[in-house]
């Protein structure tokens, strides 16, 4: 029995992407009809019961998320998809806006009506501007066939969808980055609160989900929410696209059940990520992101659920797997972490600016045999511990946490060229 | 106010405090006087949170929130200080120390810095990190300005100064990471761009990354040539607010002290720009009757402040001919000073050297300005503003507190009330007003306080009643109330006959040279500056004897032509 699941991915690679009539034939738009059936109220509470969490990185419940903003008065609300899918090592929103799109818009459609959105923007990463014309395409065919557009279905509903097309910053995939940069402005994020469902895009009420997030709509309507859950894991329902990329033989994009598979089945088994290439041996992975954690090989018999990964100190994040070999060194892959954060810090606040540079320059030195000393670990750790407590927004929040998770594993590797006396004093702090 | 605003109960390091919903845990703890260190936040702007050294413990959570932006909420239990947060915010400290340039000793605020004062604050005894940023030189923007932006803490006061309060818009946070900076677009010189040269940045700067031109040695050295014949003028405002960099609090006036300072420090003649005021309202004063009666432009607006003048010339040159023609009281001033001053003391015009003190920097800007010269020999030399007297005195060693009392010389140097209150928001209009009434209608007002145009509030009206017609006034401060304002303008929407613009909040008590401070400060500066205008025995322009005597041996009659050619002014669009 396949150890995979089809929900988002049902059709993928089958059905082609712009084909509205197959896309039927497979259950397509099912669901929008069934929505419209239903009461806005109604709809949430499937979702609700269904468990999804923000597929983002965030895991913020959407039921929670959407109840909220069904009762914040104001109009209209505007929905926005967040498909400025920046990580690296993620690839899962491309897959989407590639293999399903229709799916997507689908679950757009049905957030449209229970919010009564006139409008939808999606936010598409810089880099997957070839997508756009193609998506932009879709979206006017099945306006053609009455699913978007004017009087969805033949009802009082309409709703537009809009492209904003990003132009390479990782920071605005952050929600309130991302709403500044569709309105025009520098894409860095807004203090909060207030929140982006009470003062979101233009100042409206505003629903930001991710594109998997809006993909799993429709399947949590066909099957109800009570079925979507136990498919997945009794804490968060369903199914999660993981992207699998590294030194793993069958990198690639799968969709698994939640809380049914370990670490161990998404690397190693055949018909999965298929063992690490080049008969070599797994060092670690990295989970979820680059903000996300390290992974030790000790690890791989955890479950891969939200709460089975967090109880380990490891998380889902956005689905990425990133399987590393016995040959990397772990300080030089932290440094290109690092290196990732500095170059897509948005700058503005002092913890995340400043501290990844000199956290850069600790890295350096802790590779060079007696450059560092004990000093300059104290000192990484109290970065760390800045970063993380004191950051403006997430992006610095969460960007010192592969290398502390990996500290931990990989102590001895961290610790090898560490000399302590004073006469390295200068050496450090130079 | 008839909202009354609910109240939050909470804790803070264990104080019970009761504060109204909606203040910031900032605020709540410094009424409960726990002082949370901040660098980025200022009490006139709005919140920014990006320097984080304001981070506190809520509610025993890890993850901490930043005191400036966030708001109270019922039974919250906030720690401002522990170990950790502490070690957290020394960090934080110690990373914007890591790319900022340690020469507090030649620094322009050395002394009255808040990095500084944050370093002493947290006992910094060593540089942790470093960076090895090439410095930058320090950039004179026009004269005015210097930026030197090695210094910048990027804390971005200086952009939600000029963005919110002015709306000019001349900065911006500029590229990203550790690119990420605040600036001119695409690096030009702020000349280039709308900048006004109000001076809002350099005045919440919390360091030396914005300042004034300082040109105290330039003033040091032109006394110490016995060929200049050098005479100073002081501003309104300045009166109210130098004595802040002596110690005293906000407001004290110390006119006879600064007058003595003056004289010690070697000028030839100590005047008073207040007499020039008085002179501006015989002018403006007349000029807007003028304009009532022979149908001028309505509404004429004022121009005695430099900043509004090139905001006017930037964004709303289609309004130029509503600004009334004279030119500012220290321009005024250095016209006369080098015409009738020198003919009646018999010097070269070329030997005057004419120095101003401004509570301002745009006045330094107006002095080089080309209608404000004759045959290329500048009206006024020189401008300090009231941070560069202060300095200039205690290079000098002139402890101003402990000197005599003196009086501003003749024949420039007498003041009337009306003079003064040209330093606060409303005062222009107010003095014009307790002329031009008398003026028209040949009585005495009933009351010269126009309580109603008087204050920090930034938007404000009132109107007076003169034979046949109530005549309409506004008086609005800052430059973002007076873009809303020209904007109604602009669309037909106003229905007023008199508008005075001041750049400044508060008018010019709140300039942008005036000693650093929020405005609390200034609030108590408008006291003072009332005070003043009611401790003279002469509070209306035309009652100034001086005045009087350079119209009867000099200038004829208000408008006259030869008060046209010295004391009146036009205006062309910028950038065009």
Same mark, same amino acid.
């Given at each position: 029995?396949?150890?995979?699941?089809?929900?988002?991915?049902?059709?993928?690679?089958?059905?082609?992407?712009?084909?509205?009539?197959?896309?039927?034939?497979?259950?397509?738009?099912?669901?929008?009809?069934?929505?419209?059936?239903?009461?806005?109220?109604?709809?949430?509470?499937?979702?609700?019961?269904?468990?999804?969490?923000?597929?983002?990185?965030?895991?913020?419940?959407?039921?929670?998320?959407?109840?909220?903003?069904?009762?914040?008065?104001?109009?209209?609300?505007?929905?926005?998809?967040?498909?400025?899918?920046?990580?690296?090592?993620?690839?899962?929103?491309?897959?989407?806006?590639?293999?399903?799109?229709?799916?997507?818009?689908?679950?757009?459609?049905?957030?449209?009506?229970?919010?009564?959105?006139?409008?939808?923007?999606?936010?598409?990463?810089?880099?997957?501007?070839?997508?756009?014309?193609?998506?932009?395409?879709?979206?006017?065919?099945?306006?053609?066939?009455?699913?978007?557009?004017?009087?969805?279905?033949?009802?009082?509903?309409?709703?537009?969808?809009?492209?904003?097309?990003?132009?390479?910053?990782?920071?605005?995939?952050?929600?309130?980055?991302?709403?500044?940069?569709?309105?025009?402005?520098?894409?860095?994020?807004?203090?909060?609160?207030?929140?982006?469902?009470?003062?979101?895009?233009?100042?409206?009420?505003?629903?930001?989900?991710?594109?998997?997030?809006?993909?799993?709509?429709?399947?949590?309507?066909?099957?109800?929410?009570?079925?979507?859950?136990?498919?997945?894991?009794?804490?968060?329902?369903?199914?999660?696209?993981?992207?699998?990329?590294?030194?793993?033989?069958?990198?690639?994009?799968?969709?698994?059940?939640?809380?049914?598979?370990?670490?161990?089945?998404?690397?190693?088994?055949?018909?999965?990520?298929?063992?690490?290439?080049?008969?070599?041996?797994?060092?670690?992975?990295?989970?979820?992101?680059?903000?996300?954690?390290?992974?030790?090989?000790?690890?791989?018999?955890?479950?891969?659920?939200?709460?089975?990964?967090?109880?380990?100190?490891?998380?889902?994040?956005?689905?990425?797997?990133?399987?590393?070999?016995?040959?990397?060194?772990?300080?030089?892959?932290?440094?290109?972490?690092?290196?990732?954060?500095?170059?897509?810090?948005?700058?503005?606040?002092?913890?995340?600016?400043?501290?990844?540079?000199?956290?850069?320059?600790?890295?350096?030195?802790?590779?060079?045999?007696?450059?560092?000393?004990?000093?300059?670990?104290?000192?990484?750790?109290?970065?760390?511990?800045?970063?993380?407590?004191?950051?403006?927004? *997430?992006? *610095?929040?969460?960007?010192?946490?592969?290398?502390?998770?990996?500290?931990?594993?990989?102590?001895?590797?961290?610790?090898?060229?560490?000399?302590?006396?004073?006469?390295?004093?200068?050496?450090?702090?130079? | 106010?008839?909202? /009354?605003?609910?109240?939050?109960?909470?804790?803070?390091?264990?104080?019970? @405090?009761?504060?109204?919903?909606?203040?910031?845990?900032?605020?709540?703890?410094?009424?409960?006087?726990?002082?949370?260190?901040?660098?980025?936040?200022?009490?006139?702007?709005?919140?920014?949170? @990006?320097?984080?050294?304001?981070?506190?413990?809520?509610?025993? $959570?890890?993850?901490?929130?930043?005191?400036?932006?966030?708001?109270?909420?019922?039974?919250?239990?906030?720690?401002?200080?522990?170990?950790?947060?502490?070690?957290?915010?020394?960090?934080?400290?110690? +990373?914007?120390?890591?790319?900022?340039?340690?020469?507090?000793?030649?620094?322009?605020?050395?002394?009255?810095?808040? +990095?500084?004062?944050?370093?002493?604050?947290?006992?910094?005894?060593?540089?942790?990190?470093?960076?090895?940023?090439?410095? /930058?030189?320090?950039?004179?923007?026009?004269?005015?300005?210097?930026? /030197?932006?090695?210094?910048?803490?990027?804390? $971005?006061?200086?952009?939600?100064?000029?963005?919110? @309060?002015?709306?000019?818009?001349?900065?911006?946070?500029?590229?990203?990471?550790?690119?990420?900076?605040?600036?001119?677009?695409?690096?030009?010189?702020?000349?280039?761009?709308?900048?006004?040269?109000?001076?809002?940045?350099?005045?919440?700067?919390? @360091?030396?990354?914005?300042?004034?031109?300082?040109?105290?040695?330039?003033?040091?050295?032109?006394?110490?040539?016995?060929?200049?014949?050098?005479?100073?003028?002081?501003?309104?405002?300045?009166?109210?607010?130098?004595?802040?960099?002596?110690?005293?609090?906000?407001?004290?006036?110390?006119?006879?002290?600064?007058?003595?300072?003056?004289?010690?420090?070697?000028?030839?003649?100590?005047?008073?720009?207040?007499?020039?005021?008085?002179?501006?309202?015989?002018?403006?004063?007349?000029?807007?009757?003028?304009? +009532?009666?022979?149908?001028?432009?309505?509404?004429?607006?004022?121009?005695?402040?430099?900043?509004?003048?090139?905001?006017?010339?930037?964004?709303?040159?289609?309004?130029?001919?509503?600004?009334?023609?004279?030119?500012?009281? /220290?321009?005024?001033?250095?016209?006369?000073?080098?015409?009738?001053?020198?003919?009646?003391?018999?010097?070269?015009?070329?030997?005057?050297?004419?120095?101003?003190?401004?509570?301002?920097?745009?006045?330094?800007?107006?002095?080089?300005?080309?209608?404000?010269?004759?045959?290329?020999?500048?009206?006024?030399?020189?401008?300090?503003?009231?941070?560069?007297?202060?300095?200039?005195?205690?290079?000098?060693?002139?402890?101003?507190?402990?000197?005599?009392?003196?009086?501003?010389?003749?024949?420039?140097?007498?003041?009337?009330?009306?003079?003064?209150?040209?330093?606060?928001?409303?005062?222009?209009?107010?003095?014009?007003?307790?002329?031009?009434?008398?003026?028209?209608?040949?009585?005495?007002?009933?009351?010269?306080?126009?309580?109603?145009?008087?204050?920090?509030?930034?938007?404000?009206?009132?109107?007076?009643?003169?034979?046949?017609?109530?005549?309409?006034?506004?008086?609005?401060?800052?430059?973002?109330?007076?873009?809303?304002?020209?904007?109604?303008?602009?669309? $037909?929407?106003?229905?007023?006959?008199?508008?005075?613009?001041?750049?400044?909040?508060?008018?010019?008590?709140?300039?942008?040279?005036?000693?650093?401070?929020?405005?609390?400060?200034?609030?108590?500066?408008?006291?003072?500056?009332?005070?003043?205008?009611?401790?003279?025995?002469?509070?209306?322009?035309?009652?100034?004897?001086?005045?009087?005597?350079?119209?009867?041996?000099?200038?004829?009659?208000?408008?006259?032509?030869?008060?046209?050619?010295?004391?009146?002014?036009?205006?062309?669009?910028?950038?065009?």
């Amino acid at each position: 029995m396949s150890k995979l699941i089809n929900l988002i991915s049902m059709g993928a690679g089958e059905v082609a992407p712009e084909d509205i009539k197959a896309y039927q034939q497979i259950g397509g738009f099912e669901a929008l009809k069934k929505a419209m059936s239903m009461s806005p109220a109604q709809i949430v509470e499937e979702v609700k019961a269904a468990k999804l969490l923000g597929r983002g990185g965030a895991a913020f419940p959407l039921g929670i998320k959407w109840e909220h903003l069904l009762h914040i008065e104001g109009e209209p609300k505007y929905i926005v998809c967040n498909a400025d899918e920046g990580e690296p090592g993620t690839f899962k929103d491309r897959f989407v806006l590639r293999q399903v799109p229709l799916r997507l818009f689908e679950g757009i459609a049905i957030a449209g009506y229970v919010f009564n959105s006139p409008k939808a923007y999606i936010y598409l990463r810089g880099e997957y501007r070839d997508l756009k014309e193609k998506l932009l395409s879709i979206i006017d065919k099945a306006k053609s066939a009455g699913f978007l557009g004017k009087n969805i279905l033949g009802s009082n509903y309409s709703l537009e969808i809009e492209i904003i097309s990003g132009a390479g910053a990782y920071i605005c995939g952050e929600n309130s980055a991302l709403l500044n940069s569709t309105e025009g402005k520098v894409g860095r994020p807004r203090i909060k609160p207030p929140h982006l469902a009470e003062v979101g895009l233009f100042q409206m009420p505003t629903l930001v989900n991710n594109v998997e997030s809006l993909a799993a709509i429709p399947e949590i309507l066909l099957l109800g929410g009570q079925r979507y859950l136990e498919l997945g894991h009794p804490d968060s329902g369903g199914s999660k696209l993981i992207s699998l990329a590294g030194h793993c033989l069958q990198r690639g994009i799968y969709e698994i059940p939640l809380g049914r598979l370990t670490l161990r089945d998404i690397i190693f088994d055949p018909e999965l990520g298929g063992g690490i290439a080049d008969g070599k041996k797994l060092k670690f992975f990295h989970l979820g992101g680059q903000s996300g954690a390290i992974g030790h090989p000790d690890q791989l018999d955890t479950v891969y659920s939200y709460t089975d990964l967090r109880a380990a100190g490891l998380s889902v994040g956005s689905g990425a797997v990133v399987v590393m070999d016995e040959s990397v060194s772990i300080l030089e892959y932290l440094k290109a972490v690092n290196e990732f954060f500095i170059h897509e810090s948005c700058g503005k606040c002092v913890p995340c600016r400043e501290g990844n540079r000199q956290i850069h320059k600790i890295l350096d030195r802790l590779l060079i045999p007696g450059a560092a000393t004990r000093t300059d670990l104290a000192t990484l750790r109290r970065l760390i511990d800045t970063m993380t407590a004191a950051s403006f927004c *997430g992006l *610095g929040q969460t960007a010192a946490v592969a290398i502390s998770t990996a500290w931990k594993h990989f102590k001895s590797e961290f610790e090898a060229n560490v000399v302590d006396g004073p006469e390295h004093y200068k050496l450090a702090v130079g | 106010m008839s909202t /009354q605003k609910e109240l939050v109960n909470l804790t803070i390091d264990g104080i019970a @405090v009761t504060v109204p919903a909606g203040t910031t845990i900032l605020e709540a703890a410094r009424r409960a006087n726990v002082n949370i260190p901040t660098l980025c936040d200022h009490p006139d702007l709005g919140r920014r949170a @990006v320097c984080r050294l304001c981070v506190v413990e809520c509610n025993g $959570g890890r993850k901490l929130k930043a005191a400036c932006a966030n708001e109270v909420w019922e039974g919250a239990n906030v720690v401002t200080d522990n170990p950790r947060i502490r070690q957290i915010r020394r960090t934080i400290l110690e +990373l914007i120390l890591a790319d900022h340039p340690k020469d507090c000793l030649s620094c322009v605020r050395n002394g009255s810095c808040e +990095l500084q004062a944050l370093a002493e604050r947290f006992g910094i005894r060593k540089h942790v990190f470093k960076v090895g940023i090439p410095a /930058q030189e320090p950039l004179l923007h026009s004269g005015t300005l210097v930026r /030197q932006m090695s210094k910048c803490v990027k804390c $971005g006061r200086c952009i939600a100064a000029c963005r919110e @309060v002015q709306q000019v818009h001349a900065i911006n946070s500029v590229s990203r990471s550790l690119s990420y900076a605040l600036g001119t677009p695409y690096n030009t010189m702020l000349g280039d761009g709308t900048c006004t040269f109000c001076g809002r940045c350099a005045s919440v700067c919390p @360091v030396g990354a914005i300042y004034e031109n300082d040109q105290v040695n330039d003033i040091f050295d032109i006394l110490a040539d016995p060929e200049n014949h050098v005479v100073v003028q002081t501003a309104p405002a300045v009166r109210v607010a130098l004595g802040e960099a002596f110690g005293l609090p906000a407001g004290s006036i110390s006119t006879g002290k600064m007058v003595a300072a003056l004289k010690r420090l070697g000028f030839s003649k100590v005047f008073d720009t207040d007499f020039a005021a008085d002179l501006t309202i015989m002018e403006e004063g007349h000029e807007f009757l003028d304009r +009532l009666k022979n149908d001028g432009k309505l509404p004429m607006i004022t121009s005695c402040c430099p900043g509004w003048i090139n905001f006017a010339e930037t964004f709303f040159p289609d309004l130029l001919d509503h600004l009334s023609s004279c030119k500012s009281p /220290q321009q005024m001033f250095g016209a006369v000073a080098k015409t009738y001053y020198a003919e009646k003391l018999g010097i070269a015009r070329e030997k005057i050297r004419v120095v101003s003190i401004m509570p301002c920097t745009a006045k330094k800007f107006e002095r080089a300005r080309p209608e404000m010269k004759e045959n290329n020999d500048p009206d006024v030399d020189f401008v300090l503003t009231t941070r560069e007297l202060a300095r200039m005195l205690k290079a000098a060693g002139i402890e101003m507190n402990n000197l005599p009392e003196a009086e501003f010389d003749r024949i420039m140097g007498e003041s009337t009330g009306a003079g003064v209150i040209f330093g606060a928001s409303g005062g222009v209009m107010e003095a014009a007003l307790r002329t031009v009434y008398e003026v028209v209608t040949g009585a005495e007002l009933p009351s010269l306080d126009f309580e109603d145009l008087r204050g920090y509030h930034g938007v404000k009206y009132s109107k007076v009643e003169l034979p046949g017609r109530t005549v309409k006034l506004a008086v609005v401060n800052s430059l973002g109330n007076a873009r809303a304002l020209m904007q109604d303008l602009r669309a $037909g929407k106003t229905d007023v006959d008199f508008i005075e613009v001041m750049a400044c909040p508060g008018g010019c008590v709140g300039g942008a040279g005036q000693p650093y401070g929020s405005s609390a400060k200034v609030k108590e500066r408008i006291k003072g500056i009332y005070i003043e205008d009611k401790n003279l025995p002469l509070r209306k322009s035309h009652q100034n004897s001086e005045v009087q005597t350079l119209y009867r041996e000099f200038l004829g009659e208000p408008l006259s032509e030869r008060a046209h050619h010295l004391l009146h002014t036009h205006y062309h669009p910028r950038h065009k």
